[in-house]
């Protein structure tokens, strides 16, 4: 259990008195559970709320742009792997690389300086709208935002569902392990949002805090066992071969800072994109849409 402060305790941390602390509650979004009439605040999220709302980073210096290097920071997908594999098949003399830091994690690797694109697929309060808020607050501008795919997401389940899951709020009222994505990825933020719109209280959640890197991994550990449920994207339920509870669809977008949208190795990148060699390679799997893929999402 990650540790827990005390209104009293979070008051001191920030530097302002309780009160004020109930008014950053109510309309700054500070992250708080009230449990048995009280007020708690996991650390950690607090940490990331005040790193959220830091504003004037300091500049960092661009590293000398490179046209034989791809560099994509964020969100993991099993597609957006492979197509990176297809892309240095067609382009022999480029090298791609990933960095698995989760959708809020390529945001802050875009600021930094050290990537080309960031995924992302952030949902904002509306849930109709993705990464546009969280661009903004990391970014402080909006990049150049396209479409990678659409996505269902949803909870990986055993093959015939044996502990017949049948909604969020069941993962609180059945004896279950669950298997979890660490905090900053947008399908922890969407599996959260959804646990706290069913009134599951996560402190008696059995596995709650165990966190792992890729959507593979939450069905890997189902598939062995491990666990009876987890966050993760259609694809991995059909490529297992486990059942799975739909959430929704979700917009997975690429994220491109507009220093780097002419670079040679993004523009030949986002070109590839509606290439058929993709849409076959999309078909072999359930739970993609790519009616939008290669869409110039911002600015539109």
């Given at each position: 259990m990650k540790k827990l402060l005390?209104?009293?305790?979070?008051?001191?941390?920030?530097?302002?008195?309780?009160?004020?602390?109930?008014t950053l509650i109510a309309e700054k979004g500070l992250p708080a559970s009230k449990v048995t009439g009280k007020w708690l605040f996991p650390s950690h999220l607090v940490d990331q709320w005040v790193e959220s709302k830091t504003i004037n980073y300091p500049e960092h210096s661009q590293p000398e742009p490179r046209e034989d290097l791809l560099v994509i920071c964020g969100s993991n997908d099993l597609l957006l792997e492979r197509t990176l594999s297809l892309f240095m098949e067609l382009?022999?003399?480029?090298?791609?690389?990933?960095?698995?830091?989760?959708?809020?994690?390529?945001?802050?690797?875009?600021?930094?300086?050290?990537?080309?694109?960031?995924?992302?697929?952030?949902?904002?309060?509306?849930?109709?709208?993705?990464?546009?808020?969280?661009?903004?607050?990391?970014?402080?501008?909006?990049?150049?935002?396209v479409n990678f795919a659409r996505r269902e997401q949803g909870i990986i389940l055993p093959p015939g569902n044996p502990k017949k899951i049948g909604s969020i709020a069941d993962l609180g009222s059945k004896n279950l392990?669950?298997?979890?994505?660490?905090?900053?990825?947008?399908?922890?933020?969407?599996f959260d949002r959804m646990l706290e719109a069913a009134e599951v209280d996560v402190s008696n959640l059995k596995g709650y805090g165990d966190e792992l890197p890729k959507h593979i991994d939450v069905g890997l550990e189902v598939l062995s066992g491990r666990a009876d449920c987890g966050p993760a994207i259609r694809p991995v339920a059909g490529l297992l071969g486990l059942d799975?509870?739909?959430?929704?669809?979700?917009?997975?977008?690429l994220l491109i800072p507009k220093d780097r949208f002419f670079d040679k190795a993004v523009q030949l990148f986002l070109n590839m994109l509606p290439d058929k060699s993709i849409r076959e390679m999309a078909s072999t799997m359930s739970g993609y849409d790519l009616s939008m893929t290669g869409k110039m999402i911002f600015p539109g």
């Open positions: 005390s209104t009293k305790e979070v008051a001191h941390k920030l530097g302002v008195n309780e009160k004020m602390v109930y382009y022999p003399d480029q090298t791609a690389v990933f960095g698995n830091l989760g959708s809020l994690g390529g945001l802050k690797a875009l600021r930094r300086g050290v990537c080309h694109m960031a995924s992302s697929h952030l949902a904002q309060d509306s849930g109709e709208e993705y990464n546009f808020s969280f661009a903004r607050e990391v970014l402080q501008e909006l990049p150049a935002v392990t669950v298997v979890n994505r660490p905090l900053g990825t947008g399908t922890r933020l969407l799975f509870m739909p959430l929704g669809w979700e917009r997975f977008d």
